[in-house]
Every structure is written in structure tokens, then in C-alpha cells.
């Protein structure tokens, strides 16, 4: 799948998920997409094994206007992620454009504090299923779960199920 000419945006914060930052990242470039490591201040995040992000740009000055797509990874970041205004945001922004949001394990809590998941599927990690529900969504246990522009997934190991299933999405967009 060719997704030449399509920018996505990944979000970093300290204490990411490693896995469900870096394959996105290199899944898309493969496919050719131009992705963009966008933090909330820091010039670069380390993960929650140590393995450091340099970031591309901060989120409050990205345009929504200028992106096909963002993918939330797991991991702590989340959990500083949505306390973050211009990220909620962006991410709302995103979805009422009907633009790929992607959420991964605990990324889902960032789609919670956007305000966007009433009457919408998705899954997570169990740890914030309650927190999915009580924001609205019917929470499904699926390795990756697609609801219109959203796309969801569980856990690492969901991934190769997860970037297809992104991918898919993408290349339905104009």
C-alpha cells in the first residue's frame, strides 16, 4: 500500500511504549508515508525501556489540516499526554475531520480525555476498559478493532494486526 503524499502524526511522551511507537513509525515509512514524532515540549522522551525519541515538532503548532492521521502508542505517555490541552485538541480535531485516530494499550485514555468516544467500538488494554466505557465506547476484546477513521488495538502483540489495519484506513482517505 502506497501512502505517499499522506502526513501522519505519532505522539511521544516520556515513558512510551517502545514497540507501539517505533513499528508504527517504520511500518509506515515503508509505506511510504511521512510520519511526524510530535511531544508536548521536550526535544526528545525516553521509553519505558530507555530507548530515547527525538520529536519533529510540538503538538501546539501542528495544523490537523495538514495530517491524514495520528497514532496514539501506549506505555505511561498517555497518561501525561492527556493532561495536555493542545493534544486533546489536536486528537478531537482529527476525529471530527474524520481522519485516522489510532490508539494502542493504554493510548485509548488519551481518545477519553478528547472527548470522542461516545457510541464508538474499540478495545485497549483491560487496565482502562472501565475508563473507555464510562466515556461512551462499547469496548471490545479484539487484537485491533476498526469503527470508522478509528482503529484500535490491545497490546504489543497486537501490532501486526494493528499497522494493516491503519494502513487500510489511510489509503481509503482523499
Known amino acids: 500500500m502506497n501512502l505517499q503524499g499522506k502526513r501522519i502524526a505519532i505522539l511521544a511522551e516520556r515513558q512510551y511504549e517502545d514497540?507501539?511507537?517505533?513499528?508504527?513509525?517504520?511500518?509506515?515509512?515503508e509505506?511510504?508515508?511521512?510520519?511526524v514524532i510530535a511531544g508536548t515540549g521536550e526535544p526528545e522522551y525516553a521509553s519505558?525501556?530507555?530507548y530515547p525519541v527525538r520529536v519533529d515538532?510540538?503538538?501546539g503548532d501542528l495544523d490537523p489540516a495538514d495530517f491524514?492521521?495520528?497514532?496514539?502508542?501506549?506505555?505511561?505517555a498517555p497518561d501525561y499526554l492527556r493532561r495536555d490541552e493542545k493534544v486533546t485538541a489536536f486528537v478531537a480535531a482529527m476525529d471530527a475531520a474524520d481522519k485516522m485516530v489510532a490508539a494502542i494499550c493504554h493510548g485509548g485514555s488519551v481518545l477519553v480525555s478528547a472527548g470522542i468516544l461516545r457510541?464508538?467500538?474499540?478495545?485497549s488494554v483491560t487496565a482502562i476498559r472501565d475508563d473507555l466505557i464510562?466515556?461512551?465506547?462499547?469496548?471490545v476484546d479484539?487484537?485491533?478493532?476498526?469503527?470508522r477513521n478509528l482503529v484500535s488495538a490491545r497490546r504489543p502483540g497486537d501490532l501486526p494486526a494493528f499497522l494493516p489495519a491503519i494502513i487500510a484506513v489511510l489509503a481509503e482517505e482523499p
Open 19 to 29: 514497540l507501539e511507537l517505533w513499528y508504527p513509525k517504520l511500518r509506515l515509512e
Open 31 to 35: 509505506a511510504r508515508a511521512e510520519v
Open 48 to 50: 519505558k525501556h530507555g
Open 57 to 59: 515538532a510540538n503538538v
Open 68 to 76: 491524514a492521521g495520528v497514532v496514539v502508542p501506549g506505555g505511561w
Open 119 to 123: 457510541g464508538r467500538q474499540m478495545t
Open 134 to 139: 464510562n466515556a461512551g465506547a462499547t469496548w
Open 142 to 147: 479484539a487484537e485491533t478493532v476498526v469503527d
